[in-house]
Every structure is written in structure tokens, then in C-alpha cells.
């Protein structure tokens, strides 16, 4: 067994064991929401009832986002994933950061390893770009994923831009970008990092020729 194999049967255990008190704590916050009586429910907009709230559904859409992202890349790579399935995974854990993300109206499903690609790289956006930035994804013919991201502000972790511009892990410092470029290697997929400015950026991942 590789490392990565390793790591993914590790990491989809721990992720399965916390997977289950997370939703059922989540559940329970809203039973009890809808069982609040009329005298009860100023109780929903107590700042401590919500601050618990929202940390709840945060951590909720964290573990299902990394399991995810860390989940066996090989076992489902030649397979589609409902984009309306891959959205529920990106969205509800980009909800809690200032990033927006949005894609093609027309996409309907979405190959798992790009799907895996592209939710890696969102990982690495979030120490990245530091401010509010908006990101835009699309596949080309299924053969490539085209990212897009408008940084309005220009500010940028440098040293994790120069990682993703490598071409291998030799040199790579950041952990999740060489995790990214572990991906890209067992796929066969080609990646180039274009940046104007560092306020518009692109990031071309397309099948090996």
C-alpha cells in the first residue's frame, strides 16, 4: 500500500468517526428549533444559541469537505459526480469563509478527479488569498478544468503562488500544494499557473497529452 493509499484509509476513518456526532449535533440544533413553542423561540436569537450554531454547521461542512478532498483517489477517478451533489460539498463549506465560488450554469456533472483537484485547490485558496476573493471554475470537453480567480485587492501569499507554479514536489514547501501535485501525477494531469498582477489569476489542470 502507498502512502497516499495509506493516508486515505486513515484519514476516511477519523473522518467517518467524527462525520456522525457532527451531524447529530447539527440535527439535534434544529429538532430543537422546530420544538421551540411561541414563548420559547426569542431562544433562536440568543447571540450564544447561534454563535453554537454556527460553529456546529461549520465544523459539519469542514469534516464532510476533507473527506472529501482526502477521500481514495483512484477507486471512483473515471466516474461523474452530480454537480448539484459536488456543489453541496463546496458550498456549505465555502459559506463559512470570505471566499464565493460560482461555475458554468450548464455543467451537470463533474469527473471525480477533477472534482478532487478542484476541491484541493480551494483548500490551498484559503491560505492563498488572505481577502475576499471570487473564484470560477469550468470544464473544457471534460479534458480540462479551468479555475479563475479575481483577487481585487492584489494581496497574495507569495511563497504558496511560487509552490503552485512547480512543476513537482522537490522544491514544494507547503504540504497541501504537494498533496495537489501528488494528485496531479497519479491522474497524468498537466497544471499552468498564469498571474496578472496577482488580481487575475488562472489555473489550467488538462489531461496529459
Known amino acids: 500500500m502507498s502512502n497516499l493509499n495509506l493516508f486515505s484509509e486513515l484519514s476516511r476513518k477519523i473522518f467517518h468517526d467524527l462525520i456522525n456526532p457532527a451531524s447529530a449535533a447539527l440535527n439535534g440544533i434544529e429538532l430543537l428549533k422546530y420544538s421551540l413553542n411561541?414563548?420559547?423561540?426569542?431562544?433562536i436569537?440568543?447571540?450564544?444559541?447561534?454563535?453554537?450554531?454556527?460553529?456546529?454547521?461549520?465544523?459539519?461542512?469542514?469534516?464532510?469537505?476533507?473527506?472529501?478532498c482526502y477521500s481514495d483517489p483512484t477507486i471512483h477517478q473515471y466516474e461523474d459526480i452530480p454537480i448539484n451533489n459536488l456543489d453541496s460539498i463546496i458550498n456549505d463549506y465555502i459559506y463559512f469563509t470570505k471566499h464565493k465560488i460560482s461555475h458554468r450554469n450548464d455543467l451537470k456533472n463533474f469527473n471525480n478527479k477533477y472534482a478532487l483537484i478542484l476541491c484541493n485547490t480551494i483548500l490551498i485558496f484559503l491560505s492563498l488569498l488572505p481577502f475576499e476573493a471570487e473564484i470560477y471554475y469550468e470544464l473544457i470537453d471534460e479534458d480540462a478544468l479551468v479555475i479563475?480567480?479575481?483577487?481585487?485587492?492584489?494581496?497574495?501569499?507569495?511563497?504558496i503562488l511560487k509552490d503552485l507554479t512547480l512543476e513537482n514536489s522537490h522544491n514544494t514547501v507547503n504540504i497541501q500544494v504537494r498533496y495537489l501535485q501528488e494528485l496531479t501525477r497519479i491522474y497524468e494531469i498537466d497544471k499552468k499557473v498564469i498571474s496578472h498582477a496577482n488580481t487575475d489569476i488562472s489555473i489550467t489542470?488538462?489531461?496529459r497529452a
Open 45 to 68: 436569537n440568543d447571540e450564544t444559541f447561534q454563535l453554537l450554531e454556527k460553529s456546529i454547521g461549520k465544523i459539519t461542512a469542514q469534516i464532510k469537505f476533507f473527506r472529501f
Open 38 to 43: 411561541e414563548k420559547e423561540k426569542h431562544i
Open 205 to 207: 489542470f488538462s489531461n
Open 148 to 159: 479563475r480567480i479575481e483577487n481585487p485587492t492584489g494581496k497574495i501569499n507569495s511563497e
